[in-house]
């Protein structure tokens, strides 16, 4: 079973930053095509950006030029900074790993962008 565990998270006014940070218990973390979902009051859980084992990266189309995930195999750590943040990027943000029929969440960092 593969733990993750989430940081990061706080009240940013809009315009800031925040980077995220998710730390997996895993000895074969690079295997695993990691990922960012959020979820907001009485919404459904998006993904917000996914990067494969080979590094390649795909993002929501609401975050795209703001936000940046990227990976350090040698921490077992994913990462995303966002950027020019804005009061709709209010939401609990969540990790996800997948290595084939294998899925695992965080338990969310809850991100705030409010003045």
């Known amino acids: 079973q593969v733990q993750l565990v989430e940081s990061g998270g706080g009240l940013v006014q809009p315009g800031g930053s925040l980077r995220l940070s998710c730390a997996a218990s895993?000895?074969?973390?690079?295997?695993?095509?990691m990922a960012w979902y959020r979820q907001a009051p009485g919404k459904q859980r998006d993904l917000v950006a996914r990067?494969?084992?080979?590094?390649?990266?795909n993002y929501a189309d609401s975050v795209k030029g703001r936000f940046t995930i990227s990976r350090d195999n040698a921490k077992n750590t994913v990462y995303l900074q966002m950027n020019s943040l804005k009061p709709e990027d209010t939401a609990v943000y969540y990790c996800?790993?997948?290595?084939?029929?294998?899925?695992?969440w965080g338990q969310g960092t809850q991100v705030t962008v409010s003045s």
């Open positions: 996800r790993a997948d290595y084939g029929r294998s899925g695992h």
């Open positions: 895993t000895n074969i973390f690079s295997v695993y095509a």
């Open positions: 990067i494969t084992s080979d590094g390649n990266t």
